[in-house]
């Protein structure tokens, strides 16, 4: 190869590696700038105080800070405007975006009301009514949970009325319209909304429909099961340390019945005399005490076994 064909060769790679050269440094300064672009901060509205669930957001509770555009959440929004007036569905921290999937829909969307998304998937909410002693005195706060009690007639018994714990370790969505106390004073209102399931909630229904309802609150780490067993007026004035047998007939009137052995005197004899021999003292007699409780009436009656 001649000298000028050599120059020519070398010009013609020198020109191609500085090509590469140059593409390379640009695609390397295009991402840095495209990096540095991402992590340029763009103001977003924010809560600047707890915002509770289930409240109007008011402007009060909002400001506008600086977020990293590359992890702004979806939904977001500059505008404080926009998200006053709107109501929460879930609780907001200070300092927590201000989304769209933290809000309730505008008026006439689906989904326009808050309580349905605070109820678990597959359960139901049912409100019961109650007054200030079936509310346990205000006391219930949501988040509770607490054991639902009827009072009603026995089936087949006119008279006799059984109290039983049909449902426990219920939780409480929301007290009257309240979905979130967190001073713990006692509020009485005269609903409170259950969580129950479909089944549970046929239960309630049907009970409240038959008797009458009370709430016991349960401690906050107590949720074992408890055997109730139901009281009834005769089991109250009684007790459940009564020794005789008890035999329960199908109207509900206990009968009590007790075994005791009866000596019968002799009768007063004159003197036997010689030709006489003394006669035998009569054999004991059985006799059994039977004792019936139709509701508060107490009757008891001695049969002698002949």
Do not use: C
């Amino acid at each position: 190869m001649t000298r000028p064909k050599a120059v020519i060769v070398v010009s013609i790679l020198a020109l191609v590696l500085a090509g590469i050269a140059a593409l390379l440094t640009f695609q390397y300064l295009q991402k840095e700038m495209n990096k540095s672009k991402a992590v340029q901060p763009q103001n977003i509205v924010v809560a600047a105080a707890d915002i509770p669930i289930g409240s109007t957001i008011t402007e009060p509770q909002l400001k506008v800070t600086s977020w990293p555009k590359d992890s702004i959440p979806p939904g977001s929004s500059g505008d404080i405007k926009a998200m006053v007036g709107r109501v929460s569905i879930r609780p907001i921290s200070s300092g927590d975006a201000i989304t769209e999937q933290k809000l309730k829909p505008k008026a006439g969307g689906a989904g326009s009301g808050f309580m349905t998304y605070i109820i678990p998937q597959g359960h139901r909410a049912i409100t019961v009514a109650v007054n200030e002693v079936a509310g346990v005195a205000g006391f219930i706060t949501p988040n509770d949970r607490v054991d639902v009690v009827l009072t009603t007639t026995i089936p087949g018994s006119k008279d006799e009325n059984i109290t039983k714990i049909i449902l426990q370790n219920v939780p409480v969505l929301a007290t009257g319209q309240i979905t979130e106390q967190k001073e713990g004073k006692p509020v009485i209102v005269p609903t409170v909304t259950l969580d129950l399931t479909p089944d549970d909630s046929e239960k309630i229904v049907l009970a409240a429909s038959k008797g009458k309802l009370q709430l016991l609150l349960r401690n906050i780490a107590d949720s074992a099961p408890v055997d109730a067993k139901g009281a009834t007026i005769s089991k109250v004035l009684t007790g459940t340390t009564q020794s005789a047998v008890v035999a329960a007939t199908p109207s509900s009137v206990k009968v009590i019945v007790t075994r005791r052995t009866v000596r019968k005197k002799a009768p007063t004899r004159a003197a036997p005399t010689r030709a006489q021999a003394p006669a035998a003292a009569p054999a004991p007699r059985s006799s059994h005490s039977v004792t019936i409780i139709d509701g508060g009436v107490r009757t008891t009656k001695e049969f002698v076994l002949q």
